[in-house]
C-alpha cells in the first residue's frame, strides 16, 4: 500500500509543474466521519470545501477517490453540492459524498482521501506558496469485538473567519453518539495519510494559538497578518471498554480554515456559563445572553451541540435564534433515559455581529451531565438471620443493575445535585452489585455469617448504566455510569437469638492459655413451635474455620424464662500462637431429641501481632465480632506488671523511642458495645500477649546520581557513573550497587558491587554496536543490609540514532573510485531498514534492507546502469529507543551524475 501511495505521489510531484491549473480543484477544507451499520459495515462521509470560484464549472469534484484503509479503495460520486460562499475572491463550496463499506473483519483502519492541490497562499504551508500541495485528510476506524464505535461529527463548518488584532475563537462542536469521550489537538495537515504538509507552522503571528483539549474551543489571541492559514484539529475518542486508563477508539482529522481580514469592530460577548446537571426527564433550563459593544450592531445568537441532536428528546431554545443587542434566549432540555452516560454533553452558543467587512464572533459553552434517577420504594425488612431489601425497578428502564452499599448506624448524608454514586467518605460500603433491571430483591446475612442483633445497618441502592449511544442500543459492556443513591433505610435484628459479648484472653500460652467467653439469652421465642426443655451449647473453631466443635457440654433450661446470661472459661489453648471464634447454639426439645433453633453470630477473640522497625514496634490488631469496636488501649509490660502507654481508634498502634535489640512486650483491650438503646454495657476484651524487639530498618538515602553519555561523540565507547551522597546520608554506607536494565520494562539486574569509598562505575559491557539506550541505578547499603530506594536515582539513557543519506553521487567508476556508491553517513543505533528508490514515472529501480545500501546506480533488475538523473527513495528507518524499535520514514531525492 504504501509503495502505490509513493508511486502516484511520485507522480503527482513529477507533472504538478505543467499540470493546468484551470481544471484542478483547489482544496479549502474537509474532513471524515462514519457510521456503523452492522459489525463490519460501515457508512462513510466525506465533505471537502473547495474553491467554486476557481472554476466556473469544475467536473473533478464530481467524485471522490476514498481509500478505506484495508486495501481497497472506491471512487464515490458526489451526493450533494451546497454553495456556503459567492464573496468575491474568496467562494467555499461544499461537496459531500456518502458510500456503504463492508470489512472483512477486526482492525484498526486508516480512511482517506487525497487531492493533489490546495487553494494558493496558504500563509502557514509551503511559506505561503501551497496551491501545489496535496490534500488529505483521515480518520481511524477501530472495529473490536469487545465493542461498536462510530466518529464523532462536527456540527460546525471548518471554514471560518477573523479579524486581525481581534480575539478569533472557534469550536468544531464535535458530538460523539456512542457517549465516547474526546480529546482535541492541533496537528499539521497532511499531503498522504503518513507525511505532514511542508514548511508548516502553528499560526506564528499571534499572541497566542492554543485549544481546550476538553471543550475543543480554539483560541486566536490577536492575529496581526492578514491572509488564509490551515491546521487540523484532531478529535480523539476514548472509551474505558473495561481498562483502568481509557484507549483510544478511533479519531476524526479535520483539516479548517481560517480567513483572517482587516476590520475595525469588536467581537460580541456571550454571558459566561457553568456547567450543570440533570437527572434524565427532569427539565433544565439556562438563560443565554449576548451583547456588543459596538452602538448600532446587532448580534445573532445561535445554539449547537450535542444536546440539539438528540434522537429522543433534543434540547431547543426559545426562540429557536434571536437577533438584537442586547439579546438572549431560554436554553430548555429535557434528556430522554438514552442520554444518561459517563461522559457529559456539550452546549455551544455562538454570537455574531453584522460587522462589515466580516461578522466577528464570540463562542461559549457549558458542559451538561445527566444522571440517572434514584431507585424509588426501597424498604428494608427482617428475614430468617438477615434482611429483605426491595425496591422498585429503575423508572428509566435502561439500569443494567443495581449496587447496594451498607453502613452502621445512620450517616445523616443525602446526596448533593450532581452528586451520583455513593463516595467512600459517608461511611458506606459497597457489599454487592446484582445484574437486571427487575432483579430488585436482594437478601444480606453478611455472606452466610448472619446479621448481627443490636446493630443498625443502614443501606442504600444505586442504579447503574451501561454505555450506549444516542439510540438507546448499547455500544460497551464494560464503561457505566451510576444514579443518584436511594434514600437511607435502616433496620436491626432484635434478641430472638443468644448474643456473645465477651471473648476475651485471659492467659496467653502455647498449651495453658485461656479465654473468658460470655452471652446474652434470647428474648423473644414462639414457645408453640419450639418447646422445652432448652439447651444453650458453646462451640469454638479456629479464627476463620468452619471446624466448629463444642466446649464442654450444653446447659439444659427446663423453661425458656429459667435461661440466664451466662459465661465460660475456655482452657488448655494456644493463645500465643492461634487466634480463635465462638458462637453459642440454641436447641429446643422435640421428641425427645434436640432440635436446632438458632445460633449466636461468631465473635473471635482480640489476636495482635508485631512489626518491628528502627527503634519501635507497631502493634496490630484482628478480630472479627458482631458488635462496634470503637477504642482500643495498650499497655507495656514493665517488670512484673503492664503500664497503660495510650489509647487509639486505629487497628494499630505504634511505640517509638525504643532501644534497638532490647524486648518489648504488650497487650490490647478493645472497648465496644452494641446499639446502646438495648444494651448499655461497654464490653472489654483483651488480646493475648506478644513481644517485639526494634531492629534497624531504615536504609541509607538513595546517592546523588549523575553520568556521562558518550551520545554525542561516535568514538566513545563506555558509559560513566558517578555519586556521591548527601551530608547528612553518609552514616553508616556498607557498599554500593549498580544496577542495570535494557528496558522500562526489563527486570534490574546487578551489574556491581563496590566498596563504600568507591564513587564511580565505569559501563562498557552493556554497549551493543546498535544501542546504548538502557537504564542506571545506584543503591546504598548499610551495615545491617537495608539498601536504599533501588528507584532513588534511576535514570534511563536514551540513544540518540543518527542516518543520514546523501544527495547525490557519481557512479562513474573513476580512477579515484571516489563516490562511487549511494551509502549513508556514518550511522549510529539503526537496527535495520527498508528502502526502495524510483524513477520519475514510479517504477522501482533498486530495494534494499541492508543498512549500508551500497547502490551503484544500476538497475536492480535488469543490471544496467540507470540514466543520470534525479530519483525519488521512500525509506523506512527502524531506529533502537529505550521503548523499543521505532519506525521513522523519510522521502528525498538523490542525483546520478555519471
Known amino acids: 500500500m504504501i509503495k502505490n501511495y509513493f508511486k502516484q505521489y511520485i507522480l503527482l510531484f513529477a507533472f504538478s509543474l505543467i499540470a493546468q491549473l484551470a481544471l484542478a480543484t483547489h482544496y479549502r477544507a474537509g474532513e471524515i466521519v462514519f457510521r456503523k451499520i452492522s459489525r463490519f459495515n460501515f457508512e462513510i462521509t466525506v465533505y471537502t470545501y473547495t474553491d467554486q470560484l476557481q472554476v466556473a464549472a469544475d467536473p473533478s469534484t464530481s467524485a471522490v477517490q476514498i481509500d478505506f484503509g484495508d486495501r481497497t479503495t472506491a471512487v464515490v460520486p458526489r451526493s450533494s453540492i451546497d454553495i456556503l460562499s459567492n464573496e468575491p475572491g474568496y467562494g467555499v463550496k461544499r461537496n459531500t459524498y456518502k458510500t456503504l463499506h463492508t470489512y472483512t473483519g477486526s482492525g484498526t483502519f486508516t480512511v482517506s482521501i ?15 506558496e501551497s496551491v501545489n500541495i496535496p490534500f488529505c485528510v483521515t480518520a481511524v476506524l477501530v472495529i473490536d469485538n469487545g465493542f461498536t464505535n462510530q466518529s464523532p461529527v462536527l456540527l460546525s463548518s471548518p471554514i471560518d473567519r477573523g479579524c486581525k488584532n481581534r480575539v478569533f475563537v472557534h469550536n468544531p462542536s464535535a458530538y460523539d453518539a456512542d457517549g465516547d469521550s474526546l480529546v482535541y489537538e492541533i496537528r499539521p495537515p497532511k499531503i498522504d495519510p503518513f507525511t505532514d504538509v511542508p514548511g508548516f507552522n502553528i499560526p506564528i503571528f499571534s499572541d497566542s494559538f492554543s485549544i481546550n483539549q476538553n471543550t475543543g474551543l480554539l483560541t486566536w489571541a490577536k492575529p496581526i497578518q492578514t491572509g488564509i492559514y490551515n491546521i487540523v484539529i484532531r478529535v480523539k475518542e476514548y472509551r474505558k471498554n473495561g481498562k483502568i486508563k481509557p484507549i483510544l477508539v478511533g479519531y476524526v482529522d479535520r483539516d479548517m480554515q481560517i480567513r483572517i481580514t482587516d476590520c475595525p469592530n469588536f467581537p460580541p460577548i456571550v454571558s459566561s456559563l457553568v456547567d450543570e446537571c440533570v437527572v434524565a426527564g427532569n427539565l433544565l433550563q439556562k438563560n443565554i445572553v449576548a451583547n456588543d459593544i459596538d452602538n448600532g450592531q446587532l448580534v445573532t445568537l445561535t445554539a449547537f451541540g450535542g444536546p440539539f441532536v438528540q434522537k429522543f428528546s433534543p434540547a431547543f431554545t426559545s426562540p429557536n435564534t434571536v437577533v438584537g443587542n442586547p439579546t438572549g434566549f431560554l436554553f430548555n432540555w429535557r434528556p430522554a433515559c438514552t442520554s444518561i452516560r459517563a461522559d457529559k454533553f456539550q452546549a455551544d452558543f455562538k454570537a455574531a455581529d453584522n460587522g462589515y467587512p466580516i461578522p466577528l464572533v464570540d463562542l461559549k459553552s457549558f458542559k451538561i451531565k445527566v444522571i440517572g434517577p434514584a431507585p424509588k420504594n426501597f424498604t428494608v425488612s427482617i428475614d430468617s438471620n438477615g434482611f429483605r431489601l426491595n425496591w422498585s425497578p429503575d423508572s428509566c428502564n435502561f439500569a443494567f443493575g443495581y449496587r447496594i452499599y451498607r453502613r452502621i448506624d445512620s450517616s445523616f448524608w443525602n446526596p448533593s445535585t450532581c452528586q451520583t454514586g455513593v463516595p467512600p467518605s459517608t461511611g458506606f460500603v459497597l457489599i454487592d452489585t446484582v445484574q437486571g433491571i427487575n432483579n430488585t430483591t436482594y437478601f444480606d446475612n453478611n455472606n452466610g455469617k448472619g446479621i448481627s442483633p443490636l446493630v443498625n445497618y443502614c443501606y442504600r441502592i444505586t442504579s447503574f448504566y451501561l454505555a450506549r449511544n444516542d439510540e438507546g442500543k448499547l455500544v460497551d459492556l464494560a464503561e457505566s455510569s451510576e444514579g443518584i443513591a436511594s434514600q437511607e433505610v435502616c433496620a436491626m435484628v432484635l434478641r430472638t437469638k443468644p448474643i ?14 485461656k479465654i473468658f467467653i460470655k452471652w446474652l439469652k434470647p428474648l423473644l ?14 462451640q469454638r473453631a479456629e479464627y476463620g474455620k468452619q471446624n466448629f466443635t463444642n466446649v464442654g457440654t450444653g446447659k439444659v433450661y427446663a423453661l425458656f424464662n429459667d435461661i440466664v446470661n ?3 472459661i475456655d482452657s488448655l489453648l494456644n493463645t500465643q500462637n492461634i487466634q480463635y471464634d465462638y458462637k453459642v447454639i440454641f436447641y429446643s426439645t422435640k421428641n425427645g431429641n434436640l432440635k436446632y433453633v438458632d445460633q449466636s453470630i461468631a465473635a473471635s477473640s482480640v489476636f495482635i501481632t508485631p512489626y518491628n522497625s528502627n527503634r519501635s514496634v507497631t502493634i496490630n490488631f484482628k478480630f472479627d465480632v458482631p458488635w462496634i469496636n470503637k477504642l482500643y488501649k495498650v499497655y507495656r509490660r514493665n517488670g512484673n506488671a503492664f503500664d497503660f502507654l495510650g489509647t ?23 472497648a465496644g458495645n452494641y446499639n446502646p438503646i438495648y444494651n448499655l454495657d461497654t464490653l472489654f476484651n483483651n488480646s493475648q500477649e506478644i513481644c517485639g524487639v526494634p531492629i534497624d530498618t531504615i536504609a541509607p538515602c538513595a546517592p546523588q546520581l549523575s553520568y556521562i553519555s558518550p551520545c554525542n561523540q561516535f568514538n566513545i565507547n563506555n558509559i560513566i557513573l558517578n555519586w556521591f551522597n548527601p551530608a547528612e546520608c553518609d552514616k553508616d554506607v556498607f557498599q554500593y550497587k549498580v544496577y542495570y536494565r535494557k528496558t522500562v520494562k526489563d527486570n534490574w539486574t546487578v551489574l556491581a558491587v563496590t566498596n563504600a569509598n568507591t564513587l564511580s562505575y565505569t559501563d562498557t559491557s552493556s554497549l551493543l554496536k546498535y544501542s546504548i539506550s538502557g537504564c ?4 546504598a547499603i548499610d551495615s545491617i543490609g537495608n539498601e536504599s530506594n533501588l528507584n532513588g536515582n534511576a535514570f534511563c539513557i536514551e540513544n540518540c540514532p543518527y542516518y543520514v543519506l546523501p544527495n547525490v553521487f557519481t557512479p562513474n567508476k573513476d580512477a579515484n573510485n571516489l563516490n562511487e556508491l549511494f551509502k549513508p553517513f556514518p550511522y549510529r543505533f539503526i537496527e535495520k531498514i527498508d528502502l526502495q528508490i524510483y524513477n520519475r514515472w514510479g517504477d522501482l529501480v533498486f530495494e534494499t534492507n541492508d543498512i549500508d545500501i551500497n547502490w551503484d546506480g544500476k538497475d536492480q533488475k535488469s543490471g544496467l546502469d540507470v540514466t543520470a538523473g534525479t530519483y525519488f527513495y521512500i525509506i523506512k528507518i527502524y531506529e533502537n529507543y529505550l521503548a523499543g524499535t521505532q519506525e521513522r520514514k523519510v522521502r528525498g531525492t538523490v542525483t546520478i551524475m555519471r
Open 525 to 538: 421465642l414462639d414457645s408453640t413451635q419450639y418447646e422445652p426443655p432448652y439447651t444453650v451449647q458453646l
Open 648 to 670: 487509639t481508634t486505629n487497628l494499630f498502634y505504634k511505640d517509638t523511642g525504643l532501644i534497638n535489640g532490647q524486648t518489648y512486650c504488650y497487650y490490647i483491650t478493645s
Open 776 to 779: 542506571y541505578a545506584v543503591t
Open 114 to 128: 487525497f487531492d493533489r492541490n490546495r487553494v494558493d497562499g496558504i500563509i502557514n504551508i509551503n511559506g505561503g
Open 566 to 568: 451466662d459465661s465460660l
Open 500 to 513: 456473645i459479648t465477651n471473648v476475651s484472653v485471659l492467659a496467653t500460652n502455647t498449651a495453658n492459655g
